[in-house]
């Protein structure tokens, strides 16, 4: 039976990161995956991460299971985190969260869950999207449509024909929405935007489910929330599937959540209940180390504002390369426009780039990034800036 199998593609994100990998280049430069890099190249350890994680290993008594579905500590972290300490969302009982393996994790338990429950329903994602979004929706069984999303024309929120293409959704249907930092463009709605999304999702009854991996990377922690307090403001539920992997810089640990606004408390402990039922069959138990982290950095008001500040800084530098990246383009001659990079928002730029001059810049440049044109900003440094710049200036010309 095996031997039938022939080899599979391999990931459009992570198999460039293996290409790269074994690229003998020695200036290579790996703009492609996820992941932040300081100004030495470095995907650095947060300095309230490495304490909060010392008080975790010396607190540590046992290495027994968490509930299926985590920590109460951690989901009320989260909870804080996603819409703010004082919103009435937390003391009315209508939210209830599951910790997930990483942002990933928590979008396949949503995906399972719906499959499961909402038999026929359909999920909607943005052109373009992350490109891991599809395959998880599929392979849970979930047929997948798309709505337009960016305007390649003005490099900007295509926000007319994104809201008549979900007037025509049928009801019951769920959209998938990035939270903020919109990946792969780096364009995300203004608050007036949002509130057209949000009455239209209202009005056709749509399910939103909020993939929200990049909270603070774009302006803020709180700003970068605007979207979902509106989206929670104006319907009666949605899914947030959350991440920690880039803002706490816990890669490897895998540490997400699945949250749940119902109509009710009760709606929110039965759905709870049948989300539990998904995570059981899938892995059962949630990593502990993690989440005991992000729950320490947290509720701890001295590293709480120690990783805030951490946290700006990240946001910072990404900010800053973005303004290099164009000034250093148009220094080299690129007579095409790409002041548009600087109004985007979080790790990824849609540069515009097309198929073959990314190819060109991986064969010719050793310079890697996603084919769709997608740049990993927030791996740009001041060190790689020039021989990046010349290698885009030299595909262009």
């Not at 992997?245 to 759905?271: C, D, H, M």
């Not at 995570?279 to 993690?290: D, E, F, K, L, V």
């Not at 044109?373 to 021989?387: D, F, L, S, Y």
Request: charged share 20%; aromatic share 6%.
């Amino acid at each position: 039976m095996l031997e039938q199998l022939s080899l599979a593609p391999s990931d459009p994100i992570l198999g460039l990161t293996d290409a790269f990998r074994k690229d003998p280049n020695p200036n290579k430069i790996n703009l492609g995956v996820g992941v932040y890099k300081d100004e030495k190249g470095h995907t650095p350890i947060l300095a309230s991460v490495a304490k909060a994680r010392q008080r975790v290993l010396a607190a540590e008594t046992t290495k027994n299971y968490l509930a299926i579905d985590g920590s109460p500590e951690y989901s009320h972290a989260v909870q804080e985190l996603l819409f703010g300490a004082d919103h009435a969302l937390l003391s009315s009982g209508r939210v209830v969260t599951a910790q997930a393996p990483g942002g990933t994790g928590a979008l396949r338990v949503a995906a399972d869950f719906l499959h499961q429950h909402f038999t026929g329903s359909r999920v909607w994602i943005s052109e373009p999207t992350w490109a891991n979004h599809g395959q998880i929706f599929r392979l849970a069984g979930i047929q997948v449509q798309t709505y337009p999303y960016f305007d390649a024309q003005t490099n900007s929120l295509a926000i007319d024909a994104l809201c008549h293409a979900l007037d025509h959704v049928p009801p019951g249907d769920v959209v998938l929405l990035h939270g903020c930092c919109h990946n792969p463009t780096g364009v995300d709605p203004t608050a007036e935007e949002w509130r057209r999304i949000a009455s239209v999702l209202a009005a056709r009854q749509l399910l939103p489910l909020v993939d929200f991996a990049y909270q603070g990377l774009g302006r803020g922690l709180r700003e970068d929330a605007a979207g979902l307090l509106i989206l929670a403001e104006a319907l009666p539920e949605l899914l947030v599937a959350s991440s920690f992997s880039k803002n706490f810089g816990l890669y490897n640990e895998r540490v997400g959540a699945l949250t749940i606004v119902a109509p009710t408390a009760e709606a929110a402990q039965q759905v709870l209940s049948h989300v539990k039922i998904s995570i059981r069959a899938n892995y059962s138990n949630p990593p502990a180390h993690g989440a005991a982290v992000i729950t320490t950095v947290l509720s701890d008001p001295q590293l709480r504002q120690e990783w805030e500040e951490e946290v700006k800084a990240m946001r910072e530098r990404i900010a800053q390369m973005r303004a290099l990246f164009v000034a250093t383009l148009k220094a080299k001659g690129v007579k095409r426009e790409f002041s548009f990079i600087e109004r985007q928002q979080g790790m990824f730029s849609f540069s515009g780039l097309g198929k073959e001059q990314v190819e060109a810049l991986r064969q010719q440049h050793g310079v890697y990034i996603v084919g769709g044109g997608r740049i990993n900003v927030a791996g740009m440094t001041r060190q790689n800036m020039e021989p990046l710049c010349t290698a885009i200036a030299a595909v262009l010309s």
